[in-house]
Each structure stands twice: as structure tokens, then as C-alpha cells.
Nanobody, 120 residues
Framework: QVQLVESGGGLVQPGGSLRLSCFAS????????MSWHRQTPGKERELVAS????????DYGDSVKGRFTISRDNAKSRLYLQMNNLSSEDTAVYYC?????????????WGQGTQVTVSS
């Protein structure tokens, strides 16, 4: 029933920007904190950013601070990740995730992932 569907990935040049979207369904979206994660082959899945249920609190991984912005539109049940000044280090599969409750709780649902490739 709970479903998360990402979109917006693709190929971008270094220094470019991309906006990822996640459409959520099957639950009351505004009750839950959400997050974005990314994974590169051979590495552990990394937390990129998270946001509280009403959008009042956000947290970012050190590698993306100042470049990425997480946001949400509860009326549309959508989560976003604005990515600016991209570099090859940002190449990964990006996943949208729903948490059990508030920030700091475990992930209960993952999206299918969307590939982001930064290359010249």
C-alpha cells in the first residue's frame, strides 16, 4: 500500500543542477519525516538529507551541505531534493524514504531509486 516513486534523475555536467521528486501514496504524508539517501556500488548507503513531517527541521550530510536543499509539499504528497553545483562525487542511485515516525526513527519504506550521473 505504501509506495514511493522517484523521478528526475539523469545525466548532468559537473557544476550543473538537478531536481529530484518523490511522489508518496498509501499513508498520511504529513505525519511522517522523510529522507533522501544515495548509494554507489561498493559503498554503504549514505543519508543525504532528511526533513521533519511539516518541513520545519532539515538535516544534511556533510558532503552536500550548502549545495542540496530538501523540501516537501504536503498538499501534493511530494518530497523534493534540489541539487546544485554537482560533481562526479554525487554520482549515485538516489532513494526516497519514509521514516517510522519523526526524525531519527528508522526507515520503513524505500522508493525504487533514480540514477544520477554527473559527467562531462
Amino acid at each position: 500500500q505504501v509506495q514511493l516513486v522517484e523521478s528526475g534523475g539523469g545525466l548532468v555536467q559537473p557544476g550543473g543542477s538537478l531536481r529530484l521528486s518523490c511522489f508518496a501514496s498509501g499513508f498520511t504524508f504529513s505525519w511522517y519525516a522523510m529522507s533522501w539517501h544515495r548509494q554507489t556500488p561498493g559503498k554503504e548507503r549514505e543519508l543525504v538529507a532528511s526533513i521533519s513531517n511539516l518541513g520545519g527541521t532539515t538535516d544534511y550530510g556533510d558532503s552536500v551541505k550548502g549545495r542540496f536543499t530538501i523540501s516537501r509539499d504536503n498538499a501534493k504528497s511530494r518530497l523534493y531534493l534540489q541539487m546544485n553545483n554537482l560533481s562526479s562525487e554525487d554520482t549515485a542511485v538516489y532513494y526516497c524514504a519514509k521514516l517510522l515516525g519523526g526524525l531519527g526513527t528508522r526507515v520503513t519504506t524505500w522508493g525504487q531509486g533514480t540514477q544520477v550521473t554527473v559527467s562531462s
